[in-house]
């Protein structure tokens, strides 16, 4: 999601589930090392766990949210930025 005309906090919003726990913390583990292999850099925090539903990763102007499908349908940062382009969007 492209945020930048509408918030100060970021440029762009990634959101993805992950179907487990388990699942959740490989994806953020996976975004972590690419990103500092390919790019060299890391993110400037990461907060929750795999145990909480939500982890969120924060490189500054984007930040990379994953949920479990219950938490993301919860929160559903989605309606809560309506008026943000998805830029893309993978099923």
Known sequence: MDIQAISPIADYFVI???SSDR???AIADGVHEHTKRNLGISPRRVEGDASSGWVLVDYSDIVVHI???RTRA???LEALWKDAPVLL???
């Open 23 to 25: 699942q959740l913390k």
């Open 67 to 69: 949920f479990t499908p």
């Open 74 to 76: 919860f929160y559903s």
């Open 89 to 91: 969007r993978m099923q």
């Open 16 to 18: 993805c589930s992950a």
